[in-house]
């Protein structure tokens, strides 16, 4: 049984750093991409940043770009998202997502709804991020 579980979330003033984490269990860490979505109250969820299969070829949207890092650890099969100068705009709810089958890179568009919904089949929880201005 595949288990995610994200941790590290919190309340941060505006310009602020957080470590997000994600341990995943139940399958072979290092054999597929993996992601970080987030979901604001009223709003869709959104992607944020995938990792491909190796961890050497992030890709980030463009509201993150340049201030969010993902990275990934085989070793203790765990995600991270490193979140520098944060923003109020950026509070919501974190999740990690593995995709479903085994392939080298993320695959384009991995953050449009068809994706969420097609190519990531396992998910946490979530960890609440909150930023105050």
Partial sequence: QVQVAESGGGLVQAGGSLKLS??????????????????????EREGVACISQSGRVPVYTD???????????????TL???????????????YCAVMAG??????????SSLRIRTDFAYWGQGTQVTVSS
């Fill in 22 to 43: 994600c341990t995943v269990s139940g399958l072979t860490f290092g054999d597929r991409p993996m992601a970080w979505f987030r979901q604001a109250p009223g709003k």
């Fill in 63 to 77: 509201s993150v770009k340049g201030h969010f890092n993902i990275s990934r650890d085989s070793a203790k099969s």
């Fill in 80 to 94: 991270y998202l490193q979140m520098n100068s944060l923003e109020p705009e950026d509070t919501a709810t974190y």
């Fill in 102 to 111: 085994t392939r080298t890179l993320c695959p384009g568009s991995w953050y």
